[in-house]
């Protein structure tokens, strides 16, 4: 029972990176119906971001407070950049473009990140400095709580609440959920719909770089191919809450953790990756609007 | 019309007869290295003529053809590596010539290859029928990758290690005679009734469902009949590189294939064969910049969905009537 609550844990720290990614992914598809394929690669640059960010502070010698909180920022900043060049490049110059053009373009700038990081990078994987020593914050009945975990989750949940708040309540966040629902009359509206799907990139891009740095935190091991495993999770969890869905993302991904740590545990870690496609071809299969997702019906 | 049927056969037995004279002098006449090139360009052509079926003129966006590739490749290697020596042996008593038994085991096993690819196709396919678009574009990689991993798996088959001591049957005249099998069963699919119908799918679903068309038959199909030559292309790669690896059918491959269709232009034939060879030399042009290579790669695919998304060809084709046609008038 007791490594049942140990992957459960576990579970739901991996899923709140997944749902941070996962929220990047459902933003855009909201406002653009467009799979960013090259979203797993935002996440990625972040990653490599805030390794450079934190050699340049000297975190690693140093850690504060503010430094980490600095190469947070630097990541989520570099990533915010990232997705607007992205999004201002490819993107839209393709928005009136057939779908399947689109989604080419986008596996292309996801390849090129990929191999354009293996070669500015180098292909071998780099340590991120250590800077949060693990400590176990709660270690009762074989249960074990680490302070990284907590952190990892405090701030992801932190990250979405705060997320959601900007969406529910501000006049911002109510002009992408117009866009998102009909691009075209929200702009007869006078909203500005070009800007907002650059600020829906920013915050997506953003939210990317802050969970590579929580992962990057915990996981030492950055490499320019870290992206691509993490940002096909991802998209399977907002499939699985619900495409174009907030809330949605955030639960499709802490499904997705905790599915994918209980395999590993209970079946065999062969089967990690897999677990994930799976998942996707089952709710693709039963719900394809998504656990939350409200179905749309076929237009003629 | 026995004129026709004799024409017919005697082009037949002159295409076979010119593989093999090919088969017999080429290999001996020209370096190995360009002799690897033309296989794996026949390989190559195999593989984006199929997924044109499925992507081009069906217009379902499929990026799981290396999982096609990889069960025909492994099947048909586990057959001739488990079944196919013994199998030689009884059939060389019955048949005269060895090579004759060697031929119709390896054709056994490539066709068993392709055969379990295209039911792998049907179990592919028949989800997509609820899926459009992007979702079907992750479902379809979604697939390759569960291939893949149940492969790895597969300890009969050399698991991680990789399936080994693939006996060598695979040369330039079963390359080249499935190649052409493979694009004229293509080509004449697609300027058939059922090619009508693929395009009817990919031009506008809900209409063609209006027109009394069986959509659902026509996009199970496609996927089939792709898998199938997918798996047989992946059935004589394995037999030519002795060795398989999953690693090898990683959706990078399905990407690969896919760049080729694109760049080629998606519903033309021509385009994938065009596509196929560019794409097979250039990165041996390009070994000089080699990890420069996939950078350019991609670079090239944004280029070129930004610039000219139907690829080189478009939606032309290479008509060999229009070619008769000038004879005949000059005639």
């Known amino acids: ?300 | 019309m026995k004129n026709k049927k004799i024409k017919r056969i005697l082009g037949l037995i002159l295409v076979l007869g010119f593989l093999l004279l090919v088969n017999y002098y080429l290999p001996s006449r020209i370096n190995p290295y360009l002799f690897q090139i033309i296989i794996l360009c026949g390989i190559n052509i195999m593989l984006a003529v199929s997924l044109n079926l499925i992507n081009g003129f069906t217009g379902q966006f499929s990026i799981g053809h290396a999982g096609f590739m990889a069960i025909g490749g492994y099947s048909s290697a586990a057959f001739t590596y488990y079944l196919g020596s013994g199998l030689i042996k009884s059939l060389s008593s019955v048949v005269m010539f060895g090579w004759l038994a060697k031929s119709i085991v390896f054709v056994f096993a490539l066709f068993l290859g392709g055969s379990l690819a295209a039911l792998a196709g049907l179990v592919v396919g028949i989800p997509s029928l609820r899926l459009k678009g992007d979702y079907l574009a992750i479902a379809t990689l979604g697939f390759g990758e569960i291939i893949r991993v149940i492969i790895l798996n597969i300890d009969a088959v050399g698991a991680a290690r990789g399936f080994v001591d693939i006996p060598g049957y695979t040369n330039l005249f079963w390359v080249l005679f499935f190649m052409l099998l493979t694009i004229v069963t293509v080509r004449n699919l697609v300027y058939s009734t059922h090619g009508r119908a693929f395009l009817s799918v990919r031009e506008d679903e809900v209409a063609a469902e209006a027109m009394g068309i069986n959509t659902t038959y026509y996009k199970v199909n496609a996927f089939v009949i792709g898998a199938f030559f997918a798996g047989i292309a992946g059935g004589l790669f394995g037999h030519y590189l002795l060795y398989l690896h999953t690693n090898s059918f990683t959706f990078m491959k399905s990407i690969e294939v896919i760049i080729m269709v694109v760049l080629g232009g998606m519903g033309s034939i021509t385009g994938s064969i065009l596509a196929a060879i560019i794409l097979t030399i250039l990165p041996e042009f390009l070994r000089v910049v080699k990890d420069y290579r996939m950078v350019i790669y991609s670079f090239t695919l944004i280029v070129l969905m930004l610039t000219r998304p139907q690829g080189i060809f478009g939606v032309e084709k290479f008509s060999f009537k229009k070619i008769r046609n000038v004879f005949l008038r000059k005639v």
């Open chain 1, 1 to 300: 029972m007791s490594e049942f609550i140990q992957q459960l844990i576990n579970g739901i720290a991996w899923g709140s990176i997944y749902a941070l990614i996962a929220l990047g992914y459902t933003m855009v598809y909201g406002v653009l119906r467009l799979i960013n394929f090259a979203h797993g690669d935002v996440y990625m640059v972040g990653a490599f971001a805030g390794f450079f960010a934190s050699r340049w502070l000297g975190i690693a010698q140093k850690p504060t407070f503010l430094g980490i909180l600095l190469v947070f920022l630097i990541s989520m900043l570099v990533c915010a950049c990232l997705g607007v060049i992205i999004e201002r490049g490819v993107y839209k110059p393709l928005r009136k473009a057939p779908r399947l053009t689109v989604l080419i373009a986008a596996i292309g700038v996801s390849l090129f990140l990929e191999n354009a990081g293996q070669l500015i990078f180098g292909a071998d994987p780099k340590f991120f400095p250590q800077i949060i020593p693990k400590k176990d914050l709660i270690s009762s009945g074989g249960v074990i709580l680490t302070n990284q975990q907590t952190m990892v989750v405090g701030i992801s949940l932190l990250l979405m609440a705060l997320l959601q708040l900007f969406i529910m309540r501000t006049k911002t966040g109510k002009a992408m959920r117009a866009v998102s629902f009909n691009r075209e009359a929200a702009s007869l509206m006078g909203i500005a719909t070009d800007n907002i799907i650059t600020i829906t990139f920013v915050i997506g891009s953003a939210l990317a770089g802050a969970a590579a740095i929580l992962v990057a935190l915990t996981n030492p091991k950055i490499e320019p191919l870290m992206g691509i495993m993490p940002g096909i999770k991802a998209f399977v969890a907002a499939v699985l809450g619900g495409i174009g869905n907030i809330p949605g993302a955030m639960l499709g991904g802490m499904i997705m953790g905790i599915a994918e740590v209980m395999v590993v545990g209970y079946l065999s870690s062969t089967y990690r990756d897999a677990i994930a496609f799976a998942i996707l071809i089952l709710i693709l299969l039963f719900k394809p609007s998504g656990l939350l997702g409200a179905f749309t019906g076929e237009k003629v």
